[in-house]
């Protein structure tokens, strides 16, 4: 499966070719993860699958592929800071969501979206998600998820599941906010702030490229974030 990521801060095509919301610093909004099979492609592409170190290189796997391609990581890619958090070092191997340039067929990383321990196995095998922004915290643990204009805030505690319709989002510098509003309950207003600085989670361990809070009505909640 192809996906062609528009390098722009305004819009930013995601893998099913719907626009996604913008964040800070980057092209477009956080996105869509798990790892499209590896196509021969040309230009920006944005690849799931493992990377292994070998020496001082880098080597990466697509998934749906068992080839071992190299892979070139500026520091402005992350690559390498996502390694050292996730596996403490450049060493081992770990799951990534990568923007990458495929031009002329070398891979050069432009981006990391996501990355995570392969502790309980590689992620390729697990369903595609579809939405633009996900955000999410622990202690108390929350999720929010926005799907074009649908912004989904769920809790362990009821209501599980609280939709608002949000509104476009606003961009100064590496602070992303979106604002969102409901009709029904006594809260109405959910504001979300992203932040382009790079965030671990906390109980699984895994990089996020942002970090995020929530203002909920009395709540003030503090996660990480992806497209």
Do not use: N
Request: charged share 20%.
């Amino acid at each position: 499966m192809r996906c062609v990521a528009a390098l722009a801060l305004a819009l930013t095509v995601a893998c099913d070719g719907r626009p996604s919301t913008p964040v800070p610093g980057g092209p477009g909004g956080p996105g869509v993860p798990g790892g499209p099979a590896a196509q021969a492609v040309t230009g920006p592409a944005r690849l799931g699958g493992t990377l292994l170190v070998r020496d001082t290189s880098l080597l990466f796997v697509a998934c749906g592929t068992s080839a071992e391609r190299p892979l070139a990581a500026p520091p402005s890619s992350q690559v390498r800071t996502a390694l050292v958090a996730v596996v403490g070092g450049e060493r081992d191997s770990m799951f990534v969501e990568l923007v990458v340039d495929t031009a002329g067929g070398a891979l050069t990383a432009r981006e990391t979206l996501f990355a995570t321990s392969l502790a309980d196995g590689s992620r390729c095998d697990r369903p595609r998600a579809r939405f633009d922004v996900e955000a999410l915290g622990t202690e108390p643990f929350w999720r929010i998820t926005i799907d074009s204009t649908l912004l989904v805030l769920e809790r362990p505690q009821p209501p599980l599941e609280l939709a608002f319709d949000a509104a476009p989002a606003e961009t100064r510098g590496a602070l992303t906010t979106i604002m969102a509003h409901r009709v029904l309950g006594t809260v109405h207003d959910l504001k979300l702030g992203i932040l382009r600085e790079p965030c671990r989670d906390g109980m699984s361990d895994s990089w996020f490229p942002y970090r995020a809070e929530v203002r909920f009505g009395d709540l003030a909640l503090h996660g990480c974030a992806r497209r």
